[in-house]
Each structure stands twice: as C-alpha cells, then as structure tokens.
C-alpha cells in the first residue's frame, strides 16, 4: 500500500464506519484524480480546502449519494462532512506538494504520528517507535525510566502507551 492509499484510507475510514458502501465513491473519486491531475485526490490540500465549490459540483455531476458527499451546503453555507472534518483534524499537509505528510492516528494534539519518512510510518513519537516504549514499560520499565531511556517525557511516554493499548482493543 502506498502512503496516498493509506492516507486515502483514513479518510474513508469514516464512512465504512457508518456502513457505506465505497464502490459509490469510485466515481467520484475518479473525477476528482481528473480534475487535479493527482493520484490521490483526498490525500491533497488542494481540492479538499481551496477547492470546495468544485468539489461539490462535482459530488452532485457523478450523482454521488448526499450521504457520501465531503462537503454539503446547509443554508447556502459550504460545510465539512463530519469524516472528512475528523480526518483534517488528524493530518498535516507539506506546505510545497500539499500532500499528506503526517498522519496523527490521535489527532493532532497528542505526540503520536505517523510519517512515512520517519520509522518507516510506524506510529512514533520524536522517532521512538511506540511498540519500543510499551515494550520498554511492559518489560518493567517504570514510566520515568521508560522516559529516560528513549529521551522522551513522561507524557510523550504515556501517549505511546495509550496508543498502543488502543491497537489492542481494536484488534
């Protein structure tokens, strides 16, 4: 899988979640990789931000079900799908290819990303992997230790943790 599948995925991560089908966004997401001349369309600034009014024109050309639409109008005011408002809340963009860069699986405000330039995109935090601080603790490092010994603060430390449990209970 390539890091624009991936980042792709997240986005339509919300969607599966409320059971819709994505063979309906194929088309749409079809148009949009025309429109852009972008591989993948929902891993870029451009159309997701600047270009809202296209891409709605473009919901409603490919006779996109409303339930799958990105962006909506309510009251003549353009609106952030709530999946994809998730998802813009969770990714950093590179200022000069307007791709993806950075995925924060916790959103933003919590030190786990990934980067696909950084621990091979493993889920890390300042480069430490977050499987190697659970590990750490669960071989009997104390959280401050566990701390000192991968150069991390306690909260960078306890954020790897919950990370981590988190896999676990969704696996």
């Known amino acids: 899988m390539t890091w624009g599948e991936f980042v792709e995925a997240g986005l339509l991560r919300g969607y599966r979640q409320k059971n819709v089908s994505l063979q309906k966004m194929r088309p ?12 993948y369309p929902l891993a870029h600034f451009k ?9 709605y024109e473009l919901q409603q050309r490919t ?3 409303p339930a799958l639409y990105l962006f909506q109008v309510d009251e003549g005011q ?11 809340d969770r990714v950093e963009f590179d200022p000069n290819t ?18 696909p330039e950084v621990s091979f995109g493993v889920p890390q935090i300042k480069g430490v992997r977050t499987e190697s601080v659970a ?4 071989a009997g490092e ?10 991390l603060g306690a909260a960078e430390v306890q954020a790897a943790l ?3 449990r988190s896999l676990k209970r969704a696996a």
């Open 28 to 39: 749409f997401i079809e148009g949009m990789r025309e429109q852009w001349g972008v591989p």
């Open 78 to 88: 353009m609106l952030l799908a709530p999946p994809l408002k998730d998802f813009l």
């Open 162 to 164: 919950d990370w981590e």
């Open 98 to 115: 307007g791709a993806v860069s950075k995925l924060y699986p916790n959103f933003l405000k919590t030190p786990v990303e990934i980067d």
């Open 142 to 151: 104390t959280l401050e230790q566990a701390a000192l010994s991968w150069g």
């Open 135 to 138: 590990e750490s603790v669960a």
């Open 63 to 65: 006779s996109l079900d």
């Open 47 to 55: 159309p997701l931000i600047l270009d809202q009014n296209l891409v």
